[in-house]
Every structure is written in structure tokens, then in C-alpha cells.
């Protein structure tokens, strides 16, 4: 938003400061400007000038050498090319060293080897409306060596660049007389608001018991909030005064005619939209405010045909649409500089339909950008009067036909809000002493009603400030700081007690995780985004496609909907880093989505390398991990009866035999897998990719008890066991495991697999290495012997033949 301060001093004497110091203060105040601008500045060098004689260029065609008068009789010649350039023209004039608007510096130049002392200009050089081209020609009244500003009668004027985004909050700073307010209650010093009730009896003077033109019915399920409307009418229409013109253009609006000048001065002014009508152009006698019919068409003001639906409030007379509500005009019903019969409307509507309809049809206006804000109703009569104000004021003869015609809806109507604070809150809060006298003089600068016992303030907050900034205490202090200035409150360190932060138990649960994976997995933590899309589910061959997870507006189809897994998005992170490296391992904490109530949190292992499985790696380092976490569990084979919520029975991608559920506390709640070499093929990649999902949803937020046992180290030797067995191809390694879970000796301290070899197409063998140790005793050759052939017979009552 432009801020006008010369518009501003109508109702607030501003303090003898510089822009950028009243910019400052508004800044930490109310809102960040974010530049200021003054206007008029860069033509205070411009000089009025009167052309004496002028002779060709001696090298040019197109060019003269041009003598003028700049004051008192002084001379210079500069080259100019102007096809309106004469004798006794006047005209103005940019010396060397001047910046122009469009910010080019004057220097001196050489134009076909003659020298230019400067330049005369035209209008669009000076950044001036109108011309026809050439330079731009002064009247004869204009004396030479008069600045141009003094002699156009220009106003300068600072604006200050405001950042929309810090007014969304306040509705009542998108109009003058509100920001005026706030410069007036930021520097302590009165606001004069003429709006009074003196004002308002003037006006209404001028109303009269004629019957109203234009009625208004209103339909119940329309987005109107509240309506007034008003006929006038005006002899002929003038020109927009200067004045006028010059300050909507401050506040980047354009001057059309002198109707929607003043249209727009008052919105600006009051900060509450409006429309006028041509009335001559409205069929019957009434306006109907309803929602428009299905796929219904209208071209509004900018001369644009738009769709309209059923969902869009729209103003109609008797036979055709005038306008959509909140947002634009139709180009029928405009006024234009031959209207005389004017149909005067100040409306509120709806925000949420305001900014649906608008953002639906990529129309964003001045209006809709205030009627978002949600605006207060009881503003509109005065925004009315205004209008009435100006437009009698400007256009003499103008006469007003009857009354105002008016709707409001009681309960969409803002009303005042009562809020009792004490002055130990605010103290508490801002970390200052407030003096009372101070408080009192803020809220009722704010024009805040304020009554106060012992202590204890009861703040009555005008409607304006309700509908979507003031609502609780919490409020009213900010409004104390910021008027304080929050620079201006000292630091201070809260008196609090430091006290260290527990973790919670699932936040420990994950550390121990990370750390046991990074050091003892030499795995790297990865974090994928819970978002994908079906193009990588479809790759990953996953049967769930999620569609009832999906976004309504997605950023990119990439990630148009949450994970039913999080195995597709590991095997396109593996399939990243396979082009750089030769085997890795990485891990990922996160969560899987399977409809609205079912969101799991997951753990996800992964290893890979080029030349040979890491299935076997990735069963001892979850088998580590689950006693690290103190966590019981069991390993078994693949059980089509009992499916694993983890990994979809449907799922193509999972390898035949390279494959365990883990059972934790009963429940399946994990599985190990080796991805089938089709689905990697899919994503092009060569090697062998083993993952790990594991359910951490039932364990992770309860409290990790310590079961650690510590003991002496033994000072008595270990043997170590190596035997292999040969197996069928199909069944999986682990089942050689399961065989030896049977032995219950104390001596067995552990078994592990080492290593699986593929001797055939149906043939493979594992290598089993078993520890055997007796913490109070040397282990004797016989008993490592009997512990030996125990081993053995295990694993040959289970079907597996030893090979040694």
C-alpha cells in the first residue's frame, strides 16, 4: 500500500521529522514500510525557459541549436531535435546534473561534435501525463528561471511503501483516516476526524422524502452483509480537480472520470469500497442481490467475458447481471463522462466468498483486496454520507432523490467487544512498569473506551478493531508495547528456573537407533519426503496406489499424495547413490500412511552392494539392534496364512527366498527382504539392494527399561566353531538359525551365519560359526568335542548335512 502523507495531514498535524524517520517510527509502531518515496523531488532542478533563436545544426538535418532565456536575461544553447521547437516557446529545461525521473543523470555531451548544456524536455521525460509529443509547451505567463514546480503548482509529497502483507490483520488501515490514526496515537498528538455526528446531520440534510428510484431486495443465502444504496442527480459532469487527481495517483490509482474519481477517493479516504452507478442503464426499478445461475456469462468493466457459478453473489436489475459482489462492475451499467442519473452503492460482503470468487476467477481488485480483510458493516452509512459529500461538492447543482435505501444483516453485524485488563498484566507481559496515565492515553488514542478502578481497566474496543484483530487480553497489551515502542523495553532475561529438558521416551528410543546404526552399522541417516507420487509407486510395482491420501492442490504430481510405504522412496535413494558407489548402507525414521487413522511410524534399513547379497549383514545387525533395545523378538519364514502389514502380500517386488518376518512381542511388526532384481530393473539398477522395516509404532513410546547385566570379563578362552551345511536353494538362510535355537547350552555364547555360497541352480551352502565359552572354567578338548557334535546333530535332525 502507497501511503500519501500530504493526504495524512488532513486529519493529523505530522511532527517536524524526515521520511525516513516518520517511516521508521510507523515502522516499529504499526507496519514495515518497506521504501519511501518523494514525489516531486527530482523537478525541483527544472527550470521554465523561453526560446530566443535557434539556427540548423551544421551537421545534421534533424537538429537545431537552440539559444533560450533561463532567468534574467542569461543565455545557453543546448541541441534539440523537438518537432514543435520555435521562437518565444516556452519550455522547460534540465541543466547538467540533473536526474530525471526515469533516473538518467544529465551529462555534459557532444551531439555531432557540439557541446549540449543540458537538456528541454517533454512531459513524458519529465514523468508527466498528457503530451502530444515534442516538448512540452508552458503557457505565456511562465517566467523564465521559475523552478517548474512552482510554476505548475505541484504539491511535493513523500510516500511511504507499506507491505501488504503486515495490513492483513487490520482491516481498518486500508483507508486514510485509519492509518491517520495510527500516526496520531504513534507520535501522541490529536487526530482531527471531522466524521463526526455534526457532520453526519449536515449531510443527511440534503436527503428527501422523494420515493427512492432503485429499491433493493436481497435474498437470504446471498454473501451481503450489509447494502445501502443512494440515487443522485448531477447536471453534467466536470473535470477531476487536480487536487483529486494528484492523490489517487499517490496511492497508485489512475484518474478515469470525475464519478469514479471520487468513487475511489472515498474508499481510499475511508477505506470501504463502493460502486456507482449509471443509473439510466439500471432495467426497473429495484436491484436483486442473489446468487447467479449456473455457467452464467458476464463482461465486466475491464472488458472481460467471465463464467460465473452458482456459488458467486451477483447484483442484477430486472433483465441482466451489474455486478459481481465484492469484486467488479459490468461494463453495461459503468459510468461514463455523458452520465448524469447516478445509483450510489456501499456494500459489505462476505470475505471468504469475496476471495473464493475472486481467486476462482483470477480477478483481484482494490475492492476485493479490502472486502478479504473483513470488513465492519457499521462503517458503511459513513462511507455513504462521504460520497454524498463529494460528489454534491464537485458537481454543483448535484441533488439527492429521496433516501438511502438500506439491508444489514444482524448477525453478521460487528459489535463492540468489553475486555477488563489490570495494569499487573501488563507490567507481567512487557517486562516494564506502565504508568496508568499512559495506558489510559494510548487505548483512548486508539479510540478505545476506557474505565478504570484501582488498577483494573475495562476497555470497550470499537467494531472496527474486532472483526479480526482485537479479540483477547493478549491483544491489548501488544497494542501498550507497540505504541511504547518494543525498542524501547528493555531486555530482560526471563526469571525462570534452568532446568534441563527430558527426552521423551520415543526421542530416546530414535537415539539409540541412530547411534547403534551409524557406529555399528556404518550406516548414514537419509530423510525422504513423506510425499510421492504414483509415477514412483508405479515403478516400485506397490500395489497401494494411496488415492484417498491424495492433495487437492499439489505442488507437483511428483508428490501429490502421502506414502502408503516407504520402501519405493528407499529404492529410489539407493538408486541414486548406486552410480557412485560400489556398496552402502543407510537408514530412515519416518512414517508410512495407509488412509487418515492409520499413520505408522517406521524404521527402514537398507544395504546394497554391486557384486553379492547383503541379506545375511542385515539379519545379524537387526538381530544387534533388537538387543540393544531390550526388545523381544522372533525371526521366521514367510507365512502366506499370517500376512505382514509391513510389506503387502501383492507386492511383486519381494525376492522368493531372500526373505523373514519379525514377530516383536507377537505381533508381525517387521520383515527383511531382498528386493526382486525385476523391480530394481525398473529403476535401473545392477547389484543387490536388502531392506529392514520394522513397526516402531507400540514400542517406541514406552520407557526403555535397562536390562544390561555386567559381568567380569572372562579370563578363560573362547572356541570358535565354523561348520557349513548344504540346503535347497529355496529355503531361506535363516532356517539354519531356527535349527540351532534348540541348543540351550550355557557354553553356546553365539551363532551366527558368515556366509552363503550358491553352489548350483537348486543347491546352496551356509557357513554357521558358533562361540563356545565357560566364564569360570578352560574348556576341556572333550567338552569342545561334545559341543561340536551337538551342533551338528541339531542341524542334521533338521535336514541340513554337514559339510566341514
Given at each position: 500500500m502507497l501511503i500519501s502523507l500530504n493526504w495524512i495531514k488532513d486529519f493529523v498535524s505530522l511532527p517536524d521529522l524526515t521520511p525516513k524517520e516518520l517511516a521508521s517510527r510507523f515502522t516499529l509502531t504499526t507496519a514495515e514500510v518497506e521504501d519511501v518515496l518523494v514525489k516531486g523531488a527530482a523537478l525541483k532542478p527544472i527550470l521554465c525557459v523561453e526560446i530566443k533563436s535557434l539556427r540548423p545544426h551544421p551537421d545534421s538535418d534533424k537538429l537545431n541549436l537552440v539559444t533560450f532565456d533561463y532567468g534574467q536575461g542569461q543565455l545557453k544553447e543546448v541541441v534539440c531535435g523537438a518537432p514543435n521547437v520555435r521562437v518565444g516557446l516556452r519550455v522547460p529545461y534540465a541543466p547538467i546534473g540533473t536526474t530525471l525521473p526515469n533516473g538518467m543523470t544529465l551529462e555534459p555531451k557532444k551531439i555531432r561534435g557540439i557541446l549540449s548544456d543540458g537538456m528541454l524536455c517533454s512531459e513524458a521525460e519529465l514523468g508527466l501525463e498528457g503530451g502530444k509529443g515534442g516538448l512540452m509547451e508552458l503557457t505565456a505567463d511562465a517566467i523564465s528561471g521559475t523552478p517548474l514546480p512552482d510554476y505548475l503548482k505541484l504539491e511535493s509529497d513523500v510516500i511511504l511503501d507499506v507491505d501488504n502483507k503486515s495490513l492483513t490483520h487490520r482491516p481498518d488501515l486500508w483507508g486514510y483516516l485509519g492509518l491517520a490514526r495510527e500516526f496520531a496515537a504513534g507520535h501522541r498528538i490529536p487526530l482531527v476526524n471531522r466524521f463526526d455526528s455534526s457532520w453526519e446531520k449536515r449531510i443527511q440534510s440534503r436527503f428527501t422524502t422523494d420515493p427512492a428510484p432503485v429499491g433493493v431486495?436481497?435474498?437470504?443465502?446471498?454473501?451481503?452483509?450489509?447494502?445501502?444504496?443512494?440515487?443522485?442527480?448531477?447536471?453534467?459532469?466536470?473535470?477531476?480537480?487536480?487536487?483529486?487527481?494528484?492523490?489517487?495517483?499517490?496511492?497508485?490509482?489512475?484518474?478515469?472520470?470525475?464519478?469514479?474519481?471520487?468513487?475511489?477517493?472515498?474508499?481510499?479516504?475511508?477505506?470501504?469500497?463502493?460502486?456507482?452507478?449509471?443509473?439510466?442503464?439500471?432495467?426497473?426499478?429495484?436491484?436483486?442481490?442473489?446468487?447467479?445461475?449456473?455457467?452464467?456469462?458476464?463482461?465486466?468493466?475491464?472488458?472481460?467475458?467471465?463464467?460465473?457459478?452458482?456459488?458467486?453473489?451477483?447484483?442484477?436489475?430486472?433483465?441482466?447481471?451489474?455486478?459481481?459482489?465484492?469484486?467488479?462492475?459490468?461494463?453495461?451499467?459503468?459510468?461514463?463522462?455523458?452520465?448524469?442519473?447516478?445509483?450510489?452503492?456501499?456494500?459489505?460482503?462476505?470475505?471468504?466468498?469475496?476471495?473464493?470468487?475472486?481467486?476462482?476467477?483470477?480477478?483481484?481488485?482494490?475492492?476485493?483486496?479490502?472486502?478479504?480483510?473483513?470488513?465492519?458493516?457499521?462503517?458503511?452509512?459513513?462511507?455513504?454520507?462521504?460520497?454524498?459529500?463529494?460528489?454534491?461538492?464537485?458537481?454543483?447543482?448535484?441533488?439527492?432523490?429521496?433516501?438511502?435505501?438500506?439491508?444489514?444483516?444482524?448477525?453478521?453485524?460487528?459489535?463492540?467487544?468489553?475486555?477488563?485488563?489490570?495494569?499487573?498484566?501488563?507490567?507481567?507481559?512487557?517486562?516494564?512498569?506502565?504508568?496508568?496515565?499512559?495506558?489510559r492515553d494510548i487505548f483512548e488514542r486508539l479510540d478505545f473506551k476506557v474505565n478504570e478502578t484501582n488498577g483494573s481497566f475495562l476497555v470497550t474496543v470499537p467494531t472496527y478493531r474486532t472483526t479480526k484483530d482485537i479479540s483477547v487480553k493478549a491483544d491489548l497489551i501488544e497494542e501498550i508495547g507497540r505504541m511504547i515502542g518494543f525498542d524501547n523495553i528493555t531486555p530482560v532475561s526471563p526469571m525462570l528456573p534452568v532446568k534441563p529438558v527430558r527426552l521423551s521416551s520415543a526421542k530416546q528410543f530414535h537415539r539409540r537407533i541412530q547411534d547403534f546404526l551409524v557406529m555399528q552399522g556404518k550406516a548414514l541417516q537419509v530423510m525422504t519426503y513423506p510425499l510421492v507420487g504414483k509415477e514412483l509407486l508405479t515403478r516400485a510395482l506397490w500395489p497401494e496406489a494411496n488415492e484417498s491420501l491424495m492433495l487437492v492442490n499439489a505442488l507437483s504430481v511428483e508428490q501429490d499424495r502421502m506414502r502408503p510405504s516407504m520402501i519405493p522412496s528407499a529404492i529410489e535413494v539407493a538408486a541414486h547413490n548406486q552410480k557412485h558407489y560400489e556398496d552402502f548402507a543407510f537408514f530412515e525414521l519416518g512414517r508410512s500412511y495407509l488412509g487418515f487413522q492409520k499413520e505408522r511410524s517406521q524404521l527402514l534399513i537398507a544395504m546394497y552392494s554391486k557384486k553379492s547379497s547383503r541379506f545375511v549383514e542385515l539379519e545379524n545387525l537387526v538381530e544387534k539392534l533388537f538387543g540393544l533395545l531390550n526388545i523381544g523378538f522372533t525371526f521366521g519364514p514367510h507365512n502366506p496364512k499370517f500376512p505382514n502389514a509391513v510389506l503387502p502380500a501383492a507386492w511383486n517386488g519381494a525376492h522368493p527366498n531372500e526373505y523373514l518376518n519379525i514377530q516383536v512381542m507377537g505381533k508381525y511388526a517387521g520383515v527383511i527382504n531382498s528386493v526382486h532384481p525385476l523391480i530394481l530393473k525398473n529403476f535401473k539398477m545392477k547389484g543387490h539392494l536388502s531392506l529392514a522395516v520394522i513397526d516402531l509404532t507400540d514400542v517406541e513410546s514406552k520407557e526403555i527399561k535397562d536390562k544390561t547385566k555386567y559381568r567380569q570379563i572372562s579370563k578363560f578362552p573362547t572356541s570358535s566353531f565354523d561348520v557349513t551345511v548344504v540346503m535347497n536353494k529355496d529355503l531361506p538362510a535363516a532356517s539354519v538359525m531356527t535349527a540351532l535355537s534348540s541348543l540351550k547350552q550355557k557354553e553356546i555364547k553365539s551363532k551366527a551365519i558368515v556366509d552363503v555360497y550358491h553352489m548350483s541352480e537348486d543347491q546352496k551352502s551356509v557357513s554357521v560359526r558358533t562361540v563356545f565359552e565357560d566364564s569360570e572354567k578352560t574348556l576341556t578338548a572333550e567338552t569342545i568335542k561334545d559341543l561340536e557334535q551337538n551342533v551338528i546333530q541339531a542341524l542334521e535332525r533338521a535336514g541340513f548335512p554337514v559339510k566341514c
Amino acid at each position: 500500500m502507497l501511503i500519501s502523507l500530504n493526504w495524512i495531514k488532513d486529519f493529523v498535524s505530522l511532527p517536524d521529522l524526515t521520511p525516513k524517520e516518520l517511516a521508521s517510527r510507523f515502522t516499529l509502531t504499526t507496519a514495515e514500510v518497506e521504501d519511501v518515496l518523494v514525489k516531486g523531488a527530482a523537478l525541483k532542478p527544472i527550470l521554465c525557459v523561453e526560446i530566443k533563436s535557434l539556427r540548423p545544426h551544421p551537421d545534421s538535418d534533424k537538429l537545431n541549436l537552440v539559444t533560450f532565456d533561463y532567468g534574467q536575461g542569461q543565455l545557453k544553447e543546448v541541441v534539440c531535435g523537438a518537432p514543435n521547437v520555435r521562437v518565444g516557446l516556452r519550455v522547460p529545461y534540465a541543466p547538467i546534473g540533473t536526474t530525471l525521473p526515469n533516473g538518467m543523470t544529465l551529462e555534459p555531451k557532444k551531439i555531432r561534435g557540439i557541446l549540449s548544456d543540458g537538456m528541454l524536455c517533454s512531459e513524458a521525460e519529465l514523468g508527466l501525463e498528457g503530451g502530444k509529443g515534442g516538448l512540452m509547451e508552458l503557457t505565456a505567463d511562465a517566467i523564465s528561471g521559475t523552478p517548474l514546480p512552482d510554476y505548475l503548482k505541484l504539491e511535493s509529497d513523500v510516500i511511504l511503501d507499506v507491505d501488504n502483507k503486515s495490513l492483513t490483520h487490520r482491516p481498518d488501515l486500508w483507508g486514510y483516516l485509519g492509518l491517520a490514526r495510527e500516526f496520531a496515537a504513534g507520535h501522541r498528538i490529536p487526530l482531527v476526524n471531522r466524521f463526526d455526528s455534526s457532520w453526519e446531520k449536515r449531510i443527511q440534510s440534503r436527503f428527501t422524502t422523494d420515493p427512492a428510484p432503485v429499491g433493493v431486495e436481497v435474498s437470504g443465502d446471498s454473501s451481503c452483509w450489509a447494502y445501502y444504496g443512494l440515487s443522485l442527480d448531477i447536471p453534467r459532469m466536470t473535470e477531476t480537480p487536480s487536487i483529486i487527481r494528484t492523490r489517487l495517483e499517490a496511492a497508485g490509482l489512475r484518474s478515469i472520470n470525475l464519478i469514479v474519481d471520487l468513487s475511489n477517493y472515498a474508499m481510499v479516504e475511508l477505506g470501504i469500497p463502493n460502486h456507482i452507478f449509471d443509473r439510466s442503464k439500471i432495467s426497473g426499478s429495484r436491484v436483486f442481490i442473489r446468487r447467479a445461475s449456473p455457467e452464467l456469462r458476464f463482461t465486466t468493466l475491464d472488458g472481460q467475458e467471465r463464467e460465473l457459478t452458482a456459488a458467486d453473489t451477483v447484483i442484477f436489475d430486472a433483465d441482466r447481471p451489474l455486478v459481481i459482489a465484492g469484486l467488479m462492475g459490468g461494463l453495461e451499467s459503468g459510468v461514463t463522462p455523458e452520465t448524469t442519473k447516478l445509483f450510489v452503492e456501499v456494500a459489505n460482503w462476505e470475505a471468504p466468498e469475496v476471495r473464493k470468487t475472486s481467486v476462482r476467477l483470477g480477478l483481484r481488485t482494490d475492492s476485493s483486496q479490502r472486502y478479504e480483510k473483513t470488513l465492519d458493516s457499521n462503517q458503511c452509512y459513513r462511507t455513504l454520507l462521504r460520497l454524498v459529500e463529494l460528489i454534491t461538492e464537485h458537481c454543483p447543482g448535484a441533488t439527492v432523490i429521496g433516501s438511502p435505501t438500506k439491508y444489514l444483516r444482524e448477525e453478521a453485524l460487528a459489535k463492540p467487544l468489553s475486555l477488563t485488563i489490570t495494569r499487573s498484566e501488563i507490567n507481567r507481559s512487557l517486562g516494564m512498569e506502565v504508568p496508568t496515565e499512559t495506558v489510559r492515553d494510548i487505548f483512548e488514542r486508539l479510540d478505545f473506551k476506557v474505565n478504570e478502578t484501582n488498577g483494573s481497566f475495562l476497555v470497550t474496543v470499537p467494531t472496527y478493531r474486532t472483526t479480526k484483530d482485537i479479540s483477547v487480553k493478549a491483544d491489548l497489551i501488544e497494542e501498550i508495547g507497540r505504541m511504547i515502542g518494543f525498542d524501547n523495553i528493555t531486555p530482560v532475561s526471563p526469571m525462570l528456573p534452568v532446568k534441563p529438558v527430558r527426552l521423551s521416551s520415543a526421542k530416546q528410543f530414535h537415539r539409540r537407533i541412530q547411534d547403534f546404526l551409524v557406529m555399528q552399522g556404518k550406516a548414514l541417516q537419509v530423510m525422504t519426503y513423506p510425499l510421492v507420487g504414483k509415477e514412483l509407486l508405479t515403478r516400485a510395482l506397490w500395489p497401494e496406489a494411496n488415492e484417498s491420501l491424495m492433495l487437492v492442490n499439489a505442488l507437483s504430481v511428483e508428490q501429490d499424495r502421502m506414502r502408503p510405504s516407504m520402501i519405493p522412496s528407499a529404492i529410489e535413494v539407493a538408486a541414486h547413490n548406486q552410480k557412485h558407489y560400489e556398496d552402502f548402507a543407510f537408514f530412515e525414521l519416518g512414517r508410512s500412511y495407509l488412509g487418515f487413522q492409520k499413520e505408522r511410524s517406521q524404521l527402514l534399513i537398507a544395504m546394497y552392494s554391486k557384486k553379492s547379497s547383503r541379506f545375511v549383514e542385515l539379519e545379524n545387525l537387526v538381530e544387534k539392534l533388537f538387543g540393544l533395545l531390550n526388545i523381544g523378538f522372533t525371526f521366521g519364514p514367510h507365512n502366506p496364512k499370517f500376512p505382514n502389514a509391513v510389506l503387502p502380500a501383492a507386492w511383486n517386488g519381494a525376492h522368493p527366498n531372500e526373505y523373514l518376518n519379525i514377530q516383536v512381542m507377537g505381533k508381525y511388526a517387521g520383515v527383511i527382504n531382498s528386493v526382486h532384481p525385476l523391480i530394481l530393473k525398473n529403476f535401473k539398477m545392477k547389484g543387490h539392494l536388502s531392506l529392514a522395516v520394522i513397526d516402531l509404532t507400540d514400542v517406541e513410546s514406552k520407557e526403555i527399561k535397562d536390562k544390561t547385566k555386567y559381568r567380569q570379563i572372562s579370563k578363560f578362552p573362547t572356541s570358535s566353531f565354523d561348520v557349513t551345511v548344504v540346503m535347497n536353494k529355496d529355503l531361506p538362510a535363516a532356517s539354519v538359525m531356527t535349527a540351532l535355537s534348540s541348543l540351550k547350552q550355557k557354553e553356546i555364547k553365539s551363532k551366527a551365519i558368515v556366509d552363503v555360497y550358491h553352489m548350483s541352480e537348486d543347491q546352496k551352502s551356509v557357513s554357521v560359526r558358533t562361540v563356545f565359552e565357560d566364564s569360570e572354567k578352560t574348556l576341556t578338548a572333550e567338552t569342545i568335542k561334545d559341543l561340536e557334535q551337538n551342533v551338528i546333530q541339531a542341524l542334521e535332525r533338521a535336514g541340513f548335512p554337514v559339510k566341514c
